[in-house]
């Protein structure tokens, strides 16, 4: 994987939330990858989806939560499907040249474009209510 804080591709370890977080945590039987340098971390993989690639620093960790604070609203309260929301994303993002994923995210620049189109959409599909007043 690679690790944002060394900038290279390092031998990930996969922890659980409990390794990371402590055992009182939410989400402590969750896979996680740690960086064996650095000892940075970040989400190994959601569900049945493939892992991701990348191990966030401390700020890109930050930076995903709040993207994903608008952009998971998107398909949570069932305004789009999760699939359409990424290909969206990837559209605003990349013209659809390559998938958009929150978590394989490397650069400070990308994170804070993902926020301003994450909230655009979450502007666009969400807050309807108040367009109109
Ligand atoms: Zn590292």
């Not at 305004?79 to 990349?94: C, F, P, S």
């Not at 301003?116 to 108040?130: G, N, P, V």
Request: with cysteine; hydrophobic share 35%.
């Amino acid at each position: 994987m690679f690790c944002v804080n060394c900038q290279k591709e390092v031998d990930a370890q996969i922890v659980t939330g409990a390794d990371v977080y402590g055992l009182l945590t939410f989400n402590k039987s969750e896979p996680f990858a740690r960086c064996p340098h650095c000892g940075n971390y970040g989400e190994y993989a959601i569900d049945k989806e493939p892992p991701f690639s990348v191990i966030p620093n401390f700020e890109l960790r930050k930076a995903y939560n709040h993207i994903d604070c608008h952009f998971q609203c998107l398909w949570m309260q069932k305004k789009m499907t999760k699939a359409e929301a990424e290909a969206k994303m990837a559209w605003l993002m990349y013209n659809g040249s390559h998938p958009y994923r929150t978590h394989e995210i490397r650069t400070r620049d990308e994170a804070v474009k993902a926020y301003r189109f994450a909230k655009q959409l979450y502007k666009e599909y969400i807050s309807d209510a108040t367009k109109n007043s």
